[in-house]
């Protein structure tokens, strides 16, 4: 059996000078799933925005003794997401440039919205598989939380031993992930190039001072969150639903926009309502329940299209 030293020479360079699929301007001409293999251990996949507009990011990690999956997507249906089949595909290369006899994936989940965990029903009844679940219980227990959210727990995947905290304020039972061999900081969508929606503020404040101590005290190489909504203009965001993008901002982030998006969500903090900054979009309180009216309308009226071209 073929160990791999994950701690020697941590963090190692890792390939995020990628093209994202960004859905397309006229039909589905992207694939349902972009996989980037940001180096041998670790990859990147995007849900296409033909598929679903959110076009979240999901992150597979492989360790000497499982691999992690963090989030699953915003759909269920393998036919238009096969997501189980491509991880499965994914396991055994990497199986079988690394062989041994017995190995796990854990799917787990950056938080529990809808857009994250709509994909975990793909990999029901399949062998050596365990889905963490969603509940805020399920992630204490599963993680070895004693004391949420302010602890930082270790999940060991056999020599890449990953630090997990606690970062409520988007959803109570939000996580993030250091990872020391890449260097990465996993934010789901506390922290990404988009729009924040902070259902608790006081929390998501928490959160965010705790994100940047994590990052000021470990060598962090780049923050990713799970989605990608800011264009390359300075505080302007694609709309709610936009299927195309052709302009994104890139999906890494630097520690100092960390600080940057902790100090604007100080800034406005007492003040409801979107407030735009250059890299994010912080909205407070009754812009959630706004945006999410609007994509119950949006997808009234694709229900309503598909119905009527069916």
């Known amino acids: 059996m073929t160990e791999v030293d994950f701690t020697h020479a941590a963090p190692v ?7 994202w699929v960004h859905g397309s301007r006229r039909g589905h001409t992207d694939p349902p799933i972009q996989v980037h293999k940001a180096d041998p251990h670790t990859v990147v996949l995007r849900q296409s925005k033909d598929v679903d507009y959110e076009g979240p990011f999901l992150f597979l990690l492989f360790g000497n003794e499982r691999a992690v999956l963090f989030d699953t997507g915003a759909t269920a249906d393998p036919a238009r997401f096969p997501l189980a089949d491509t991880i499965e595909a994914l396991v055994v290369e990497w199986l079988r440039e690394h062989p041994r006899q017995a190995y796990e994936l854990v799917v787990a989940h950056t938080h529990a919205h809808g857009d994250h ?18 509940d805020l219980a399920a992630v204490q227990d599963f993680f070895g939380f004693t004391d949420w959210p302010a602890q930082v727990v270790t999940l060991d995947l056999g020599g890449r031993v990953l630090e997990v905290t606690g970062i409520p304020g988007h959803h109570e039972a939000s996580v993030a992930v250091h990872d020391p061999w890449t260097g990465w900081l996993l934010t789901g969508d506390t922290v990404y190039p988009g729009r924040l929606y902070v259902e608790d503020v006081p929390a998501f404040l928490d959160s965010l001072d705790r994100l940047v101590a994590l990052a000021s005290s470990r060598p ?13 203009t300075p505080g302007r965001d694609y ?5 195309w993008q052709p302009d994104e901002a890139p999906l890494q982030m630097t520690v100092e926009q960390l600080v940057a998006v902790r100090d604007a969500a100080r800034s406005v903090a007492d003040r409801p309502g979107a407030h735009a900054f250059d890299d994010v979009v912080v909205w407070n309180g ?5 945006a999410l009216r609007h ?7 694709r229900l309503r299209t598909w119905l009527a071209t069916g």
């Open 13 to 19: 360079p890792t390939d995020l000078d990628v093209a």
């Open 117 to 134: 965990v709509a994909g975990d029903v793909q990999f029901a009844g399949r062998t050596d598989v365990t889905v963490v679940g969603t």
């Open 220 to 232: 962090v190489t780049a923050v990713l969150g799970c989605h990608v909504e800011m264009t390359r």
């Open 239 to 243: 709309p709610l639903g936009a299927t």
């Open 286 to 290: 009754p812009c959630r329940g706004a």
């Open 295 to 301: 994509r119950a309308r949006l997808a009234a009226y």
